[in-house]
Nanobody
Framework: QVQLVESGGGLVQAGGSLRLSCTTSEGTISNYGMGWFRQAPGKEREFVAALNWSGTNTAYADSVKGRFTISRDNAKNMVYLQMNSLKPEDTAVYSC???????????????????WGQGTQVTVSS
């Protein structure tokens, strides 16, 4: 069964940066839409960023717009989330997800994704 694997999380001071990476344990992400979601303690999982299947369109939650960048490298079967100017409220478990089908444009809701990773912890200290 295809599963995504995230890496790159950690502890960082406010104002710092981290780059999260996501790849598949098997299979491919090529030609699939990809998304990043996060879940903070005691809160529901929320949308962070999305990238369409070709990598030409992106979407961001208002809370991260201008600070986070989603990108992909299909040759390496990787998706990234570059996070700059991190704030304590960015603290959460970040998970990547793959859309239910190929050639999917931007999707901002969880039900559009059917393959998920376990998540990686990001902690931002003040």
């Amino acid at each position: 069964q295809v599963q995504l694997v995230e890496s790159g999380g950690g502890l960082v001071q406010a104002g710092g940066s981290l780059r999260l990476s996501c790849t598949t344990s098997e299979g491919t992400i090529s030609n699939y839409g990809m998304g990043w979601f996060r879940q903070a303690p005691g809160k529901e999982r929320e949308f962070v960023a999305a990238l369409n299947w070709s990598g030409t369109n992106t979407a961001y939650a208002d809370s991260v717009k201008g600070r986070f960048t989603i990108s992909r490298d299909n040759a390496k079967n990787m998706v990234y989330l570059q996070m700059n100017s991190l704030k304590p409220e960015d603290t959460a478990v970040y998970s990547c997800a793959r859309t239910r089908g190929r050639y999917i444009n931007l999707r901002l809701t969880e039900d559009a994704y059917d393959v998920w990773g376990q998540g990686t912890q990001v902690t931002v200290s003040s």
